[in-house]
T-cell receptor, first 116, second 115 residues
Framework: AQSVTQLDSHVSVSEGTPVLLRCNYSSSYSPSLFWYVQHPNKGLQLLLKYTSAATLVKGINGFEAEFKKSETSFHLTKPSAHMSDAAEYFCVVSVITSGGSYIPTFGRGTSLIVHP | DTEVTQTPKHLVMGMTNKKSLKCEQHMGHRAMYWYKQKAKKPPELMFVYSYEKLSINESVPSRFSPECPNSSLLNLHLHALQPEDSALYLC??????????????FGSGTRLTVV
């Protein structure tokens, strides 16, 4: 069955330093993967998605992620953190149900803390 | 219009009240979802509607009753809730449930407090 594992519950960085949020997936084929961001008391916003067109995916706000099949990873990166990046980040995979529907399944989330 | 709109943004209700949450999208999406999110946790799937028919019910208690009156609108009717039902309720939509490549658009949620 497809699933995602977010390896860190919290990541703390200083403003201006690189960000790395880790996500590993489990799937028997190349799945569709997504990164979402949730600011406090807000809904979820799509940062980027991988759908097998290109392994390096660029998203909004300077974020990007690279799909690595050999490592079953889809880590989210940003060269330079900004204070406004402080939020909860979710790695999501589309999972097919027994009824043939695809539904989004979430990792546990990683809280990004940005220090001045 | 590329948004999912949820109303109300905040709701406080007593355990004997009946209230409804509303979700609306005008992107032509044919799949709509209700999620429940507790603090510091990922969203948990409650219901999925596909082409206005309920396709998935994740064993949600009957005090939560979903309704999809048309392809743009999704309601969640609430009755006799418990304090532990207090959470952020998120609505989402996608083009359909038939393909894994479709992205999911989320609303801002309704913050529900049961007193």
């Amino acid at each position: 069955a497809q699933s995602v594992t977010q390896l860190d519950s919290h990541v703390s960085v200083s403003e201006g330093t690189p960000v790395l949020l880790r996500c590993n997936y489990s799937s028997s084929y190349s799945p569709s993967l997504f990164w979402y961001v949730q600011h406090p008391n807000k809904g979820l916003q799509l940062l980027l998605k991988y759908t097998s067109a290109a392994t390096l995916v660029k998203g909004i706000n300077g974020f990007e992620a690279e799909f690595k099949k050999s490592e079953t990873s889809f880590h989210l990166t940003k060269p330079s953190a900004h204070m406004s990046d402080a939020a909860e980040y979710f790695c999501v995979v589309s999972v097919i149900t027994s009824g043939g529907s695809y539904i989004p399944t979430f990792g546990r989330g990683t809280s990004l803390i940005v220090h001045p | 219009d590329t948004e999912v709109t949820q109303t109300p943004k905040h709701l406080v209700m007593g355990m004997t009240n009946k209230k409804s949450l509303k979700c609306e999208q005008h992107m032509g999406h044919r799949a709509m979802y209700w999620y429940k999110q507790k603090a510091k946790k990922p969203p948990e799937l409650m219901f999925v509607y596909s082409y206005e028919k309920l396709s998935i019910n994740e064993s949600v208690p009957s005090r939560f009753s979903p309704e999809c009156p048309n392809s743009s609108l999704l309601n969640l009717h609430l009755h006799a809730l418990q304090p532990e039902d207090s959470a952020l309720y998120l609505c989402a939509s996608s083009e359909s449930t038939g393909g894994e490549n479709y992205g999911y658009t989320f609303g801002s949620g309704t913050r529900l407090t049961v007193v």
